[in-house]
C-alpha cells in the first residue's frame, strides 16, 4: 500500500502552516530574559554577599587591631612606668630607710606622655601596622607599700597599679583595656658581709648533684640558694603544678637545668626553656641570680647539747672528732655536767634511755630561786616520739614517749608571777615543780625563754591532731634530732605568722607579739615525711634544717642530710623554709614553702641555738635597684558590650 498524496496549490498550503506555528512565536526571547534577569538577581546577590564577607571581615581586622593596639599600649605604658620608678629610686643609701626611700609615684607620667593618641608605627616599630593608643587612667600608680628586710638591708616598695588603655584602628573601631596589679621594686644596700642564721633562708640545698632530678614544683617563697644549680621540670603527672618563686632565688653556678617532659637534661643560663609540653618557664618574680658566691655551712654543730645544759650552747670546746658525736663521745661528754631525771639521777655513760634536764636544788638561776631549770632545755637519751601540745593560753606541753614511758613537760613562761614554772610528769608521778622555765642566756643581760629538746637519736615528731595547732603563741622552741626528724602529722603554730597564700606577716598584738617560732634541726638525719593515711596533706609549720658539711661530704642519693618520704604525700606545705645539705627523690606531688618573713623583717629573729652561716648581701653601688616581673591582678577587656562590667571604667 501507498501513503496517501496530497495535491494542494503552493499558496493554500503555505497559509496553512503558517497558521499552525502561529501561537510558538516569541517564547525563545521571554526565557532569554528570565533567564537574564535570574543571572542579574544571582549576580548582585554574590555581589552583596561578598561586600559583607569584606566589611564584616574589615570590621573584624580593626577590631582586633584596635584590641592589640589597647594591648601593647598598656604593655607599653607599664613597661614606661617600672623604668621611671626604677630610675628614680635615691643613689643615696641608708639604713634603715625612711618612708620616703621608695620612689614617690609622682615620678610616673604614662598618664601625660600617653595621654593622647600615640601611634604604636614609630621608632623600632616603624614597619608594623599603623594603630594607635592611649592611657586614660589619670593616676596610673599609687603610692609604695615600703617592706624592709633587716637580714639582707634591704628594702621592696609595691606600687599598685590601674591602668586603662584605648586602641583604635584605622576604621575608627575602638577597644579598651584595663589592668591591675603590683610593681615592685627592690633595693639593695652596698655590698656586704652579714652573719644571719640559716632562717634567713625559704630554701637551701648546698650540693645538689647534676642529674640527680629536678625539684619538686609548687609555690616557694623566700630567698633561696643552691651552692650547685638548680633542676626544673615540664609540667609531667603528678608534678603539674607550676614553680612560682616570689623572692630571689640564687645558684653558685652559671646555668640552671631544665628537664623536659622525656626527661632529657638541658642545660641552659637562660630563665625558662623548650615550648608546648617540653616547656620548663618557673615563674621567678625577683629574678634569677647566677654564678653567686657560695654560702658556708655551719662550722660548729655541738651548740644544741651544749644548750640544753648551760643555755648558751658555748660549753666545750669543739672536740677535734669531727660532727657528728658518736653515742661513746656524746656520753662522756655529757658526764659530770648536771644532768639529771626529773626525779634526781644523774647521767650515766651507761644510759640508754630517759629524759633528763640541768636543774639547780641549791642555787638560784639567775633571779629566779631554786629549784629552778639551770639549763636551756631538755636532753633525751635514745629515740623519741614527741607531741608537741598548747596548753591553756600560755603553757606549752612536751608529750615524750619512749616505749612504755610517757613523760610530759609543761613549760609556762607566764606563771608564778611572771617568773615561769616547769611541772614534769612521768607516768602516775607529778615531780614537785620547778620555778622558772628554760632559757637562752646567749645575752646575759637580757636573756628568753626559749626551750631547746635534743633527742640522740631519731624523733617522731606530731602535734595534737590533723589541722590542730601544736606550738604556743609565743613559745620558741628547736628540736634537734641526732638521726632522722620523722613527721608523722601536722605540726602547726596555734597562731600562722604569715597569711597563705599571700604570705605577709600578721600583725602583732598585744597579747600576742608573735614570737613563736619552731625549729627542726639535724646533723646527722633527714627530715622525713610519714602518715598512715597515703596520699594525704601534711603542713609542717617552722625552719626545718638537715645540714652539716659530714652529710654535704656524702650525698650519694641514698645518704643524710635531705628531705624523704616513707609514704605517698599530695601536698607537703611547709611556713618556715626547709634547709638542707643534699636533694633526695621523696614521694610528693607538690611542695609549697611560706616563707615566716619575720626571719629577714625582725634582726635576729631565728629558732633558739639554731645553725647560722655568712652570706653577702647587696651589690656594686650604694644603691642597686631593679624590678620584679610586674603582679598582674586582673585584666578586662572592656569593649561596649561588657560597658558596666566590674572592674571597667
Known amino acids: 500500500m501507498k501513503t496517501p498524496q496530497v495535491i494542494c496549490s503552493t499558496g493554500l498550503c503555505s497559509r496553512r502552516a503558517a497558521s499552525s506555528r502561529a501561537p510558538e512565536r516569541g517564547v525563545a526571547l521571554v526565557i532569554t530574559l528570565l533567564l537574564l534577569s535570574l543571572l542579574t538577581a544571582l549576580s548582585v546577590a554574590m555581589v552583596i554577599s561578598l561586600s559583607s564577607e569584606t566589611l564584616i571581615g574589615g570590621y573584624y581586622r580593626n577590631f582586633r587591631g584596635a584590641f592589640y593596639a589597647a594591648d601593647s599600649g598598656l604593655n607599653v605604658a607599664r613597661a614606661k612606668a617600672i623604668n621611671e620608678l626604677v630610675a628614680g629610686v635615691p643613689t643615696a643609701w641608708a639604713w634603715p630607710p625612711t618612708a620616703a626611700s621608695c620612689t614617690s609615684n609622682t615620678n610616673v607620667t604614662i598618664s601625660s606622655d600617653y595621654g593622647n593618641a600615640?601611634?604604636?608605627?614609630?621608632?623600632?616599630?616603624?614597619?608594623?601596622?599603623?594603630?594607635?593608643?592611649?592611657?586614660?587612667?589619670?593616676?596610673?600608680?599609687?603610692?609604695?607599700?615600703?617592706t624592709s628586710n633587716v637580714q639582707a638591708q634591704s628594702y621592696k616598695c609595691t606600687y599598685?597599679?590601674?591602668?586603662?588603655?584605648?586602641?583604635?584602628?584605622?576604621?575608627?573601631?575602638?577597644?579598651?583595656?584595663?589592668?591591675?596589679?603590683?610593681?615592685?621594686?627592690?633595693?639593695?644596700?652596698?655590698?656586704?658581709?652579714?652573719?644571719?642564721?640559716?632562717?634567713?633562708?625559704?630554701?637551701?640545698?648546698?650540693?645538689?648533684?647534676?642529674?640527680?632530678?629536678?625539684?619538686?614544683?609548687?609555690?616557694?617563697?623566700?630567698?633561696?640558694?643552691?651552692?650547685?644549680?638548680?633542676?626544673?621540670?615540664?609540667?609531667?603527672?603528678?608534678?603539674?603544678?607550676?614553680?612560682?618563686?616570689?623572692?630571689?632565688?640564687?645558684?653558685?653556678?652559671?646555668?640552671?637545668?631544665?628537664?623536659?617532659?622525656?626527661?632529657?637534661?638541658?642545660?641552659?643560663?637562660?630563665?625558662?626553656?623548650?615550648?608546648?609540653?617540653?616547656?620548663?618557664?618557673?615563674?621567678?618574680?625577683?629574678?634569677?641570680?647566677?654564678?653567686?658566691?657560695?654560702?658556708?655551712?655551719?662550722?660548729?654543730?655541738?651548740?644544741?647539747?651544749?644548750?640544753?645544759?648551760?643555755?648558751?650552747?658555748?660549753?666545750?670546746?669543739?672536740?677535734?672528732?669531727?660532727?657528728?658525736?658518736?653515742?661513746?663521745q656524746l656520753n662522756t661528754m655529757l658526764v659530770g655536767q648536771g644532768l639529771t631525771t626529773p626525779g634526781g639521777t644523774a647521767y650515766a655513760t651507761t644510759t640508754t634511755t630517759g629524759v633528763f634536764l640541768n636543774k639547780s636544788t641549791s642555787a638560784s638561776c639567775g633571779t629566779v630561786p631554786a629549784p629552778c631549770i639551770a639549763g636551756g632545755g631538755f636532753y633525751v637519751e635514745g629515740g623519741a616520739d614527741v607531741q608537741l601540745?598548747?596548753?591553756?593560753?600560755?603553757?606549752?606541753?612536751?608529750?615524750?614517749?619512749?616505749?612504755?614511758?610517757?613523760?610530759?613537760?609543761?613549760?609556762?613562761?607566764?606563771?608564778?608571777?611572771?617568773v615561769g614554772t616547769t611541772v614534769i610528769t612521768q607516768g602516775s608521778t607529778t615531780y614537785p615543780t620547778i620555778n622558772g622555765v628554760p632559757t637562752n642566756w646567749m645575752n646575759p643581760s637580757s636573756p628568753q625563754a626559749q626551750t631547746m629538746l635534743y633527742v640522740d637519736g631519731t624523733v617522731q615528731i606530731h602535734g595534737p591532731g590533723m589541722g590542730q595547732g601544736a606550738v604556743q603563741d609565743n613559745a620558741m622552741i628547736n628540736v634537734t634530732a641526732n638521726g632522722d626528724i620523722v613527721a608523722t602529722g601536722d605540726v602547726l603554730y596555734k597562731t600562722e605568722p604569715v597569711t597563705v597564700p599571700q604570705d605577709?606577716?600578721?600583725?602583732?598584738?598585744?597579747?600576742?607579739?608573735?614570737?613563736?617560732?619552731?625549729?627542726?634541726?639535724?646533723?646527722?638525719?633527714?627530715?622525713?615525711?610519714?602518715?598512715?593515711?597515703?596520699?594525704?596533706?601534711?603542713?609542717?609549720?617552722?625552719?626545718?634544717?638537715?645540714?652539716?658539711?659530714?652529710?654535704?661530704?656524702?650525698?650519694?642519693?641514698?645518704?643524710?642530710?635531705?628531705?624523704?618520704?616513707?609514704?605517698?604525700?599530695?601536698?607537703?606545705?611547709?611556713?618556715?623554709?626547709?634547709?638542707?645539705?643534699?636533694?633526695?627523690?621523696?614521694?610528693?606531688?607538690?611542695?609549697?614553702?611560706?616563707?615566716?618573713?619575720?626571719?629577714?623583717?625582725?634582726?635576729?629573729?631565728?629558732?633558739?641555738?639554731f645553725p647560722s652561716t655568712t652570706i653577702q648581701i647587696g651589690g656594686p653601688q650604694t644603691s642597686n635597684p631593679s624590678a620584679a616581673p610586674p603582679q598582674r591582678l586582673t585584666w578586662l577587656s572592656c569593649s561596649s558590650a561588657y560597658t558596666g562590667t566590674a572592674g571597667c571604667p
Open 118 to 146: 600615640t601611634s604604636l608605627n614609630s621608632g623600632n616599630a616603624a614597619q608594623s601596622w599603623n594603630e594607635q593608643f592611649k592611657i586614660t587612667t589619670s593616676t596610673p600608680v599609687g603610692a609604695a607599700v615600703q
Open 160 to 328: 599598685p597599679y590601674t591602668i586603662t588603655s584605648v586602641g583604635m584602628a584605622q576604621g575608627g573601631e575602638q577597644q579598651t583595656i584595663t589592668e591591675t596589679g603590683n610593681v615592685i621594686v627592690n633595693v639593695l644596700g652596698p655590698a656586704t658581709t652579714k652573719n644571719v642564721a640559716f632562717a634567713y633562708f625559704g630554701g637551701f640545698v648546698d650540693v645538689y648533684g647534676h642529674g640527680i632530678g629536678p625539684l619538686v614544683p609548687g609555690t616557694m617563697t623566700g630567698p633561696m640558694f643552691t651552692n650547685n644549680a638548680w633542676e626544673f621540670m615540664a609540667s609531667i603527672p603528678p608534678w603539674t603544678a607550676p614553680y612560682i618563686f616570689t623572692d630571689p632565688i640564687g645558684q653558685k653556678e652559671a646555668q640552671v637545668d631544665y628537664w623536659d617532659s622525656g626527661w632529657g637534661q638541658h642545660w641552659s643560663s637562660a630563665t625558662s626553656y623548650g615550648s608546648g609540653k617540653n616547656l620548663v618557664a618557673p615563674t621567678f618574680q625577683q629574678g634569677l641570680q647566677l654564678s653567686q658566691n657560695p654560702v658556708a655551712l655551719p662550722s660548729n654543730s655541738f651548740t644544741q647539747v651544749e644548750a640544753v645544759v648551760d643555755g648558751n650552747g658555748t660549753l666545750w670546746t669543739p672536740p677535734s672528732t669531727p660532727p657528728p658525736l658518736t653515742a661513746a
Open 389 to 418: 601540745i598548747p596548753s591553756g593560753s600560755t603553757a606549752q606541753q612536751y608529750v615524750i614517749k619512749q616505749g612504755s614511758t610517757t613523760t610530759t613537760i609543761t613549760v609556762d613562761p607566764a606563771a608564778n608571777s611572771g
Open 504 to 609: 605577709t606577716l600578721v600583725p602583732a598584738t598585744s597579747t600576742n607579739p608573735m614570737n613563736q617560732v619552731l625549729g627542726l634541726y639535724t646533723n646527722n638525719g633527714n627530715f622525713v615525711t610519714s602518715s598512715n593515711q597515703p596520699g594525704q596533706n601534711i603542713q609542717v609549720d617552722g625552719s626545718i634544717a638537715t645540714i652539716s658539711p659530714t652529710e654535704s661530704a656524702n650525698c650519694n642519693g641514698i645518704g643524710k642530710g635531705g628531705q624523704t618520704s616513707t609514704v605517698h604525700i599530695n601536698t607537703f606545705n611547709n611556713v618556715g623554709g626547709m634547709i638542707q645539705s643534699c636533694i633526695f627523690a621523696a614521694d610528693v606531688n607538690t611542695e609549697n614553702t611560706w616563707f615566716d618573713r619575720r626571719f629577714t623583717a625582725r634582726a635576729g629573729f631565728a629558732p633558739p641555738w
